[in-house]
């Protein structure tokens, strides 16, 4: 990957979860294109496993479920004179213990669990690093490309909150700032964290035909949209959500695809 003006910056990484994970790419390639980097985790057991991928990087632990865990995480950063050119959160978590129901039937305490961790937590974190971005940070999100497939259940409705909450931060923080806020939309991937939504594979599978290739989105083409989002070459991009799907979207009558469901009717 081209440097893209990374050299040298300092990105905050969340979201690590293994090899396969959107935010080990996309910290494979700021690492590559020069960029020092520093990381989150949820837990101990956690941090080593980051810390056996990238072990010249500082990690820290972030339960971002805990307020108060929250702002001490935001002063940490602030006392170990970091300054950072922007952060990307990756962070999203659902309950699918029960399977994916309609949503009528969600649980009040899943949707607010999964509302904080996957949503609001951008916010949080942003608020509790305010003090250490320099002033043209750039933010980014993972969100998906479309909030209205009913596959992902009631994660849905709650990436579309997350969508509304990029266009909201990126205007507070023109108050006192130039840093940008943006979002990745995903087309469906092949990670351990897609894995764990019941049904996936044959969603995967149904997406990839769909493509107007014919070739399933990789993880590495969302990795490379997220760089660039969070390099200077983006600096004209703001309160955005760039699709990244292959052509999914604009493809839901594909003839193949009518043609096979038809056939079997």
């Known amino acids: 990957m081209k440097t893209f003006g990374l050299e040298d910056k300092l990105f905050l990484i969340t979201g690590v979860a293994n090899r396969k994970s959107v935010a080990y790419f996309s910290a494979k390639n700021l690492e590559e294109a020069g960029a020092k980097l520093i990381f989150t985790v949820q837990s101990a057991d956690h941090l080593l496993k980051v810390e056996k991928l990238f072990p010249e990087s500082k990690i820290y632990i972030l339960d971002v479920e805990d307020e108060n865990a929250v702002i001490s995480f935001g002063e940490t950063i602030k006392r170990d004179g970091h300054k950072l050119d922007g952060f990307l959160h990756s962070i999203a978590f659902a309950n699918y213990s029960e399977g994916i129901k309609p949503f009528h039937e969600t649980k009040l305490k899943d949707y607010l669990q999964a509302t904080n961790i996957s949503s609001f937590s951008l916010a949080t ?141």
């Open 125 to 265: 974190i942003t608020n509790a690093l305010k003090d250490s971005l320099n002033t043209d940070a750039s933010i980014v999100t993972v969100s998906i490309s479309d909030t209205r497939a009913t596959s992902y259940g009631y994660m849905g409705p709650i990436k579309a909150t997350l969508n509304a909450t990029v266009d909201f931060l990126a205007k507070s923080l023109s108050s006192f700032s130039k840093v940008r806020c943006n979002a990745v939309c995903s087309g469906p991937l092949k990670t351990s964290a897609s894995a764990g939504i019941p049904g996936y594979i044959n969603n995967y599978l149904f997406a990839e035909q769909l493509t107007l290739r014919k070739e399933a989105l990789k993880t590495i083409e969302v990795a490379n949209t997220i760089c660039f989002l969070l390099s200077p070459l983006s600096s004209g991009i703001n309160a955005s959500k760039i699709i990244v799907d292959a052509g999914m979207s604009c493809n839901h009558f594909d003839s193949d695809v009518v043609d096979a469901v038809a056939n079997n009717m």
